[in-house]
Every structure is written in structure tokens, then in C-alpha cells.
């Protein structure tokens, strides 16, 4: 089982609407934890990080993120969302599921999000 | 400016070569990390490194071999024994354990 899942694959939203991309972790410690983003066949880019103390996280490009330690969850939120923000969407933290696992970075499956305008 | 090189960005080789993905690094971070992506799966992890002269397999080392004889290098070789080598590979360090991975733009391997 992975430390860091993200349940949906494909997320389509209009212009303008708010979006909410999931990531669970499973953890017994305080993780660390990533939202990275991708264009099509470029690099990820950083958009937030979570280390330890305020729950709620801002990011650039009007992205935020909450850590909920008792949903073990850790969801991307943006209240009005742009068509340049059509792209992939990967969650990443350390692997738990071993010891030594936190110099072990990992990444959720990815969600495609498309805008609709 | 300080960044990630990963070059060439596309690589085409035929089956049954051993082929070498060069990563570059000039952000003087400590760890550095191997991917691979295929649509649907996300990015998974081949090899890290923490040090130079050390490094860790990850989930899917299995036809993948690394090296880091120095701290601003760490070249991905992709030998014969890997059955399904094309994908797009990504590069990334980082300074330590609980910061930030910083991305390579990706070399985008076909084997024909």
C-alpha cells in the first residue's frame, strides 16, 4: 500500500468554478508533505508545502491546501478556477511504509484536471 | 542560474542497448532522485541518493543502474535487461530530508 494516494484520476470543472483535488496519506508521524503541478511534457512544478503548524497552507498561483490529520487527508483548493490551470496534479510526501523512509520521496498517482470553458 | 539539466530531452535507441540519461545539478543539494513516468501511474521512484558514493533503489530499480561519484551528478543508466523501457524520466534533488524536490525538465526515452 502507498503512503500517499489520490483517488481521482480525472477531474473536469468550468471556468470560474472551485476545485478541490484529494490526497490521502497514511502516516502515524506528522508528514511532510507536496502539491506539485505538470504541463504535458515538462517538469513538476512546486505549488505548496506542508511541514508542521498552521493546518491551512497558500501556495502560488491562488492554490491552497489544509492538512486534516483526522481524515488523513491533505486536498488542494483554488475558489475560482482558470483554463491555464488545465494540467496534471501530483501529491507527494515521504514513504512510511518503511523504515528510513523519509529521505524516500513519493507521488500519488496524479489527477488530469480540465476546464471547461 | 542554479537548476536541474537533464539532457537530451528526447532519446530514441534500439532494443537490447544499454542507454545513459544524464542529470545535472548546480543547487549544491545533498539528495538526488530518479523517476519514471507512464500515463496513468504518476511518477515512480527508481533510485535515490542521499550522499555521494551512496545511493537506494526504489519501487522499480529492477533493469535501471545509477552512480554519484560526484555531488552534482547523477547519470541513469537504462540497460537490455529492462523490459519496457520507454517512458518519459524525470530528475529531481533536493537539500534534505523534509524540503522541497526540485525538477528536471525530463528526457523523454523511446525504444524502438
Known amino acids: 500500500a502507498q503512503s500517499v494516494t489520490q483517488p481521482d484520476i480525472h477531474i473536469t470543472v468550468s471556468e470560474g468554478a472551485s476545485l478541490e483535488l484529494r490526497c490521502n496519506y497514511s502516516y502515524g508521524a506528522t508528514p511532510y508533505l507536496f502539491w506539485y503541478v505538470q504541463s504535458p511534457g515538462q517538469g513538476l512544478q512546486l505549488l505548496l508545502k506542508?511541514?508542521?503548524?498552521?493546518?491551512l497552507v497558500q501556495g502560488i498561483k491562488g492554490f491552497e491546501a489544509e492538512f486534516k490529520r483526522s481524515q488523513s487527508s491533505f486536498n488542494l483548493r483554488k475558489p475560482s478556477v482558470h483554463w491555464s490551470d488545465a494540467a496534471e496534479y501530483f501529491c507527494a510526501g515521504p514513504d512510511m511504509m518503511f523504515s528510513g523512509g523519509y529521505n524516500k520521496l513519493i507521488f500519488g498517482a496524479g489527477t488530469r484536471l480540465a476546464v471547461h470553458p | 542560474d542554479g537548476g536541474i539539466t537533464q539532457s537530451p530531452k528526447y532519446l530514441f535507441r534500439k532494443e537490447g542497448q544499454n542507454v545513459t540519461l544524464s542529470c545535472e545539478q548546480n543547487l549544491n543539494h545533498d539528495a538526488m532522485y530518479w523517476y519514471r513516468q507512464d500515463p496513468g501511474q504518476g511518477l515512480r521512484l527508481i533510485y535515490y541518493s542521499q550522499i555521494v558514493n551512496d545511493f537506494q533503489k526504489g519501487d522499480i530499480a529492477e533493469g535501471y543502474s545509477v552512480s554519484r561519484e560526484k555531488k552534482e551528478s547523477f547519470p541513469l543508466t537504462v540497460t537490455s535487461a529492462q523490459k519496457n523501457p520507454t517512458a518519459f524520466y524525470l530528475c529531481?534533488?533536493?537539500?534534505?530530508?523534509?524540503?522541497?524536490?526540485?525538477f528536471g525538465q525530463g528526457t523523454r526515452l523511446t525504444v524502438v
Open positions: 529531481a534533488s533536493r537539500t534534505g530530508t523534509n524540503t522541497e524536490a526540485f
Open positions: 506542508y511541514f508542521s503548524g498552521d493546518t
